[in-house]
């Protein structure tokens, strides 16, 4: 039994210098997941103090230590969550565990044994950690689970085990022994894995808030190269509206206008607005937020339509001819603004190789291969040296003067791969190629 006393007085010296670690850690960095660390420490430390200091006592005493679980349960619970970004958190948690303690308070009153009265608890607590585990398990994605998150959750299942050895720990001191021996254990493999996890999920969230910050600068350097276009795709029909009133006026004016020349201006000027209202549209969409968009089965070719909104007017005014062969109907599953963003981009490139170049062009093409369809977007450049090439992936890379960012390509790429796809140069065309291949919808092979 000193044997085991001591190993508990270690594995308290442990989580104390844990609680002190991880709350200094907090308050330099004020971030949640050391906080989580934080209270799973102190709780550990109150468990383990009780269990302790109960030891030379009555059994009832023994008890107070199980007592602690709701909040030791709460703090696994939450570890869990902040490593697999998922709520975990399920009513019958609770209500099973006080339903425990009533049966545990009436087997007490019965007179039975501290290992029979005890071990209901024990039960429940291992099944409400088992469950987390598996629903842990369901709510990462597994192919991309990080090996900590694997350690984190193998730990917690020795604490769930080793939490079934408590009803045994005052009859047998072997069981004291070995029970006294795991916790330890658990106390410093947690010492270990639980700060790594912390650090690997702050490094995570800090890239995808960087990827984020990068896309959205992205998005607004496309926007901006094509403000001159759509201003003259707005000024446009603007004008054709401006002349037609004009129009109508000086025929008004003239008693007795010719009823087919005012509905004929009328329908002119209906058309041209609702062509203002579609640029609108799809500039709304294209501003939109990720978080504001959901997978959604489209046809390719109307999100293709929607980003030549933008386009076709600085092509015009660039004398760049611009090919469209968009084929069949494509229904895909995506996320059709960052679709849009990605086309967009192509083009916006296509449109700065070749612009000061004579008899310039850029072809859009869509085709089927099995199933997947396949977006080439060609211009009528040489194509790109090799040892530009192998870089044009890589962020902040860019051949262009300075408003050029390094951006669209790479995290254009990010975004399809995101949809199953894949963006790729093709080496094997004469002309400047770049492909983007997209999964078809199943509902729609």
Known sequence: MQDSI????????????????????????????????????????????????????????????????????????????????????????????????????????????????????????????????????????????????????????????????????????????????????????????????????????RQIELEETLKNQSKLSTLGEMTAGIAHEINNPLSVIINRIELLRMQINKKNPPPEEVLKGLDQIEITTKRIIDIIKSLKKLSKTEKEEFFKTVNLKDVIEETLTFCRDRFRLGNIELRIELGEDFFVSCRPVQISQIFLNLLNNSFDAVRSTENAWVEMTTVRVDNMVKVSVKDSGPGIPPEIRKNIMTLFFTTKDVDGTGLGLPLSRKMIEEHGGKLYYDETQSNTTFVVEIPLSVTHH
Not at 28 to 39: R, S
Not at 131 to 152: F, P, Q, T, Y
């Open 6 to 205: 001591l190993l508990s007085y270690v594995s308290l010296i442990t989580t104390a210098l844990m609680i002190l670690i991880s709350g200094l850690i907090y308050y330099c960095e004020k971030d949640k997941g050391q906080w989580i660390a934080f209270e799973y420490w102190v709780a550990a430390f109150v468990q383990i103090t009780l269990s302790v200091f109960a030891t030379n006592f009555d059994p009832i005493f023994m008890v107070t230590s199980l007592l602690i679980w709701p909040w030791r349960i709460r703090t696994l619970r939450r570890i869990l969550e902040n490593a697999v970004v998922s709520n975990l958190d399920k009513s019958w948690y609770m209500k099973a565990l006080f339903s425990s303690y009533l049966l545990m308070l009436i087997l007490y009153f019965s007179g039975l044994s501290f290992l029979i009265y005890t071990f209901p608890v024990s039960l429940m607590v291992f099944i409400i950690i088992l469950d987390m585990l598996v629903a842990s398990r369901h709510a990462g994605n597994e192919e991309k689970l990080a090996l900590i998150h694997l350690l984190l959750q193998i730990n917690i299942l020795i604490i769930a085990l080793h939490n079934l050895d408590y009803p045994f720990f005052r009859h047998y001191d072997l069981y004291s022994k070995l029970a006294s021996s795991v916790s330890l254990l658990t106390n410093i493999l947690m010492a270990i894995i639980l700060p790594a996890v912390v650090v690997y999920n702050l490094k995570t969230r």
